[in-house]
Nanobody, 114 residues
Framework: VQLQASGGGLVQPGGSLRLSCAAS????????MAWYRQAPGRQRELVAS???????NYADSVKGRFTISRADAKNSVYLSMNTLKPEDTAVYYC?????????WGEGTLVTVSS
């Protein structure tokens, strides 16, 4: 299974971005899909997750600003990010759980700066 993330870039504070992550390979049933991020000098942290039945979970720092969604027919997960702040600057990684197996994407850089 391979994950390809896209959509990162440079955006001004208050702006928006939408991250996409598509999975390819032998995928029968995706359980949990998630986005994590890692800022320079900090540990990787969970941003948002979504289960196979659509239950979502968000980090407190992004609640009300970010929305995670999934398209199972495309084996894809998305992260819509609004009202971005400089502290959202990080490399964002998509994460996939298929059965008991875990997969990580390579990451896409989001930079929030004026």
């Amino acid at each position: 299974v391979q994950l390809q993330a896209s959509g990162g870039g440079l955006v001004q504070p208050g702006g928006s971005l939408r991250l996409s992550c598509a999975a390819s390979g032998r995928i029968f049933s995706i359980n949990r899909m998630a986005w994590y991020r890692q800022a320079p000098g900090r540990q990787r942290e969970l941003v948002a997750s979504i289960t196979s039945v659509g239950t979502t979970n968000y980090a407190d720092s992004v609640k009300g600003r970010f929305t995670i969604s999934r398209a199972d027919a495309k084996n894809s997960v998305y992260l819509s990010m609004n009202t971005l702040k400089p502290e959202d600057t990080a490399v964002y990684y998509c994460h996939l759980q298929v059965g008991s197996a875990m997969y990580w994407g390579e990451g896409t850089l989001v930079t929030v700066s004026s």
